[in-house]
């Protein structure tokens, strides 16, 4: 039986975002930045200020029943980040402040007590500083070595390329899902299953994927998947790391204080069982909540809707944005994600981004956290669009008639 | 408006920066750079009895910091440095807008105060004119 394939409508999506209402002092602004944070639908705020107002109380503690209620909340996000990810049980996700938290928490927690002078880590050139700098950190103080993952020039991973690199050294293979400047999508189901073979784990950076694609941690195999909140239509201030249990209950707290142990005195720690050794101090309460209406709202569209329907504006997008002349593109075509790195004639990026500005058109400009990209690359500075699913095709016009100006302002013709 | 922040003076200085290239020594080097950016700008100096002899620079970024760099180098060379010293405070503030964008006082230099109104954007044109201040420390120990 067929199924009907619900087509997804981005300007009334945008009805259920208040950012995109017309506001009688601000200016109604096309937003193309949303690599770097998405905007959040009244759901998810509604939910942070319901919790703040009626059921604001400490996690794990209180005697008092709004304090099981904050409780409450707070694991059922847990529970439903487990569901969303398809983790086989909820002690497997852990609640950080973002990606970069969580991927810290790996370096430290695993890094330190499991690396050991001569051991490898497998880094891919496209890499976030996120999930870069932990690993050159804990590398340094372990005497491992990280081992460099070339792309190609069309800005792809090879798995080729990667079993040449694996060996009985391998200890990690620490890879994006989606890169935040090519757009690359990689293969990270294939990438696992060749570092599991190795006898590596595999950690997943998937902040720029879960918003966009389905994710399912199980049919990956990954050992680790970091993604934030805020990037996902949720709050900021909130991330989650998924970890196998295997991997997770052998390893050592990161951070230490209240609520990650089991029992202490002067001589001996026993720590908690996971996730809660993972989480010391006040969680994010309020922001996990928000974050699990955040997830509500993505499958209230439907997963492998929001990918159709932003594979079809990628094109529409890929094909506009190649009519403007002088304009270089990055990444791999046509089978990407919807994050356009570009550069325009010999316009520097931040001049494109001011110009765009005033034109009420957000992008980004800058070296976007990855500066050995921008290295291989040869060009460090990149202008960057990137899309959600309030995105449309009226929103690429705009943007490729606000590129088309600002080649007038630099005196370009045409 | 932008167009015209743009077009007036800014680009005709980016396209064609005066001053950009090196000194023969001797001479005072000081580098600068906004690492959330990466605009870069390196400075050289030629100063001889406590006079801006000579002055280039070298560097990559946007067309405002570039811009502002070769105005710089129009502006200062030629000054005392305690002229120099006073000068750059005075450009510095009127990019922070405390200072009105006077051209018979500022010349060229004027158009780039459009920055004051794109705070995002002042450091670009601030770069060159912090990285001259620390350049200028230098000056002291210097013999003709």
Not at chain 1, 262 to 268: A, T
């Amino acid at each position: 039986m067929a199924t009907t394939q619900r087509v997804l409508d981005a300007s009334e999506i945008r009805k259920q975002f208040p950012f995109f209402q017309p506001h009688p002092e601000m200016r109604s602004l096309i937003y193309l930045d949303n690599a770097a944070t998405t905007h959040k639908p009244y759901s998810v705020i509604e939910a942070v200020s319901h919790f703040w107002a009626h059921y604001n109380a400490n996690v794990h503690r209180g005697a008092y029943g709004v304090g099981a209620k904050a409780s409450e909340l707070y694991e059922g996000a847990r529970a439903r980040v487990a569901q969303f990810l398809n983790a086989r049980e909820m002690a497997e996700i852990i609640f950080t402040r973002g990606t970069t938290e969580s991927i810290n928490l790996v370096a430290y927690a695993w890094g330190r007590s499991q690396l050991k002078p001569g051991d490898e880590i497998i880094l891919t050139e496209m890499e976030h500083h996120a999930n870069l700098i932990p690993w050159l950190r804990v590398a340094q103080e372990t005497g491992a070595k990280v081992v460099v993952w070339s792309i190609t020039d069309e800005g792809r991973l090879e798995l080729e390329t990667l079993k040449s690199l694996l060996s009985e050294r391998t200890r990690m293979v620490a890879v994006t899902h989606v890169s935040n400047v090519l757009g690359t999508v990689n293969p990270v189901a294939e990438i696992c299953r060749l570092a599991h073979e190795a006898g590596a784990l595999c950690l997943v950076d998937g902040a720029q994927s879960v918003a966009h694609m389905p994710v399912d941690v199980q049919a990956i195999g990954c050992d680790f998947f970091a993604f934030s909140g805020h990037k996902a239509y949720g709050p900021t201030g909130i991330g989650v790391l998924y970890g196998r249990r295997e991997v997770l209950e052998n390893l050592p707290p990161f951070m230490t204080g209240g609520g990650m142990i089991r029992s202490v005195n002067w001589d001996r720690i026993d720590w908690a069982e996971i996730p809660m050794r993972f989480e010391a101090g006040t969680p994010p309460i309020a922001e996990a909540v928000g974050l699990h209406a955040a997830l509500d709202f993505i499958d209230s569209l439907g997963r492998e809707q929001i990918e159709a329907y932003e594979h079809e504006l990628t094109q529409y997008a890929l094909e506009r944005l190649q009519e403007v002349p002088g304009l270089k593109l990055y990444g791999p075509q046509p089978d990407r994600a919807g994050i356009f790195a570009f550069t325009l004639e010999d316009i520097h990026p931040h001049d494109i981004a001011t110009i765009l500005d005033s034109r009420d058109i957000a992008i980004r400009s800058g070296m976007h956290c990855a500066h050995p990209l921008g290295d291989r690359l040869g060009q460090k500075s990149t202008a960057r669009a990137s899309l959600a699913v309030y995105n449309d095709t009226e929103h690429i016009d705009r943007l490729v008639e606000g590129l088309h100006y600002v080649r007038q302002v630099f005196g370009y013709a045409g | 408006m932008l167009d015209r922040f743009y077009q007036e003076v800014i680009l005709d200085h980016y396209r064609n920066p005066r001053g950009r290239g090196h000194l023969e020594p001797p001479k005072i080097v000081q580098e600068g750079m906004n690492p959330l950016c990466g605009d870069e700008i390196t400075l050289e100096l030629r100063v001889r009895d406590g006079v801006i002899e000579d002055i280039a620079f070298d560097g990559h970024g946007c067309a405002i910091s570039q811009a502002s760099a070769s105005m710089l180098v129009e502006a200062v060379k030629g000054k005392s440095v305690a002229e120099a010293e006073e000068f750059l405070q005075q450009v510095l503030a009127m990019f922070r807008g405390d200072v009105e964008p006077d051209e018979s006082r500022f010349g060229e230099l004027a158009y780039l105060a459009g920055v004051r109104f794109i705070p995002q954007r002042t450091k670009c044109a601030t770069l060159a004119w912090h990285t001259l201040e620390e350049a200028l420390q230098h000056t002291n120990g210097q013999t003709p």
